[in-house]
């Protein structure tokens, strides 16, 4: 018995395209970035169940980097990265921009980034004494 081949959608929820191009950890975490106003379709804002189609433009912000990329494909299952990978194009001036960020913050880090654990003795002695101050 032959059984016919399944076709690929021809849309997809967002929200779920979103969790299976890997952009997010879980659909419920790309629900909450849609309705934090963090994703948008076409330059305007959507809801979760909104559907998205090979061609659509999507403006993603996650965790600090933004994103801009052209769907090229659905996929109704969370697949490996480097599948994932092939649903989507990220635009030229997208990956500019993230790169200008990227080097941005390497030659001018965050400050106190570099400090790890409780602070030792002779810095809580500074501390006391800054904050004593004022």
Do not use: C
Request: glycine share 6%.
């Amino acid at each position: 018995m032959n059984r016919p081949e399944k076709l690929p959608p021809a849309q997809q929820r967002i929200d779920k395209w979103l969790w299976a191009a890997r952009f997010f950890k879980t659909r419920s975490l790309a629900t909450e970035a849609i309705h934090a106003g963090h994703v948008k379709l076409n330059g305007t804002t959507v809801k979760p169940a909104r559907d998205v189609r090979p061609g659509d433009t999507l403006d993603i912000t996650a965790a600090d980097t933004r994103f801009t990329v052209e769907v090229k494909g659905l996929n109704e299952q969370r697949r490996p990265a480097s599948e994932a990978q092939a649903l989507y194009e990220e635009t030229e001036e997208s990956k500019t921009r993230r790169e200008t960020v990227k080097e941005a913050q390497r030659l001018a880090p965050t400050p106190g980034s570099d400090l790890r654990g409780r602070p030792t003795k002779k810095a809580r002695r500074q501390i006391h004494g800054f904050s004593d101050k004022y």
